[in-house]
């Protein structure tokens, strides 16, 4: 009893103090894994997992959000700039707005090779040489996201369903990222068809590269892109894809190239607002407080059940 109650202290201790000053009956509970150990990684991976109100009591079972980035999802005090998506907040809001009954997230941090872990594995693989080349510069080193992948669906996903009450289908289950996190969030529900049905792709990072690099290579990559989705995507089989950018810092660049992914998806047969959302956002910039601005709009399409 007594060594029980030490590591229920230790736990809570272990928690950022923003996640223990408020009752979890009003805004949730947080769960941190700080070294989850798996061979399709580079090192371990730290996991923080967000229950919603009313998780303590009752048996319902709930949604699932896995979001990418995972410092910068929570607490501001772990993040990368001290600025954070406020994932909790957000669906905080949508439930007392009665939009949603909540999802559990969980927020899986991004390893010391970012780029590497999100950068789509099988799409490199399809460059000529010379777009290898720039991949090559601005990844340095070599690409892993097919085994983040692997540890997303066949360890991670299992051990969450396995210890909380999950709805493990692929119609509750929800991949959301930005920047290269976008870009890991559409390949996942690419590659992983049965197991993620909803896929939140924000600031999706399209150009593959950095962008001022990118232009003598723009209609290759598009080719690409094209490619991909009509190989891999295909056609929505009740998916649903939200995908969004500002027009400031990187975001900028993304218009053209979102234009061009909208017509690919219309043409294999994903239908705008039913299947998927793509939306702009005038004034807003590529980093964390724009897309904590726009998180409730997002998780709120995600969630909603679609039209018919």
Known sequence: MIRALILLLALCFALPAEARRASPAATGSFVVLPKVRSANLIEPAHVTIWLP??????RMRWPVVYMHDGQNVFFPKR???NKVWAADKAMLKLIAEGTTKGAIIVAIDHQKARSRQYFPQAIYAMMSPELK???NRFVDGPIYSDGYLRFLTAELKPMIDRRYRTLADRENTYVVGSSMGGLISLYAIAEYPQVFGRAGCVSTHWPLALPDRVGPFQTKVFALWDDYLTRRLGPPMGRRIWFDHGDQTLDQYYGPWQSEIDRKLIGIGWQ???DFEARSYPGAAHEENAWAARLPEIFGWLLAKAPE
């Open 272 to 274: 705008p607002q039913r």
């Open 79 to 81: 993040s990368g700039y």
């Open 133 to 135: 080349a720039e991949a």
């Open 53 to 58: 109100p009313g998780y303590a009591k009752g």
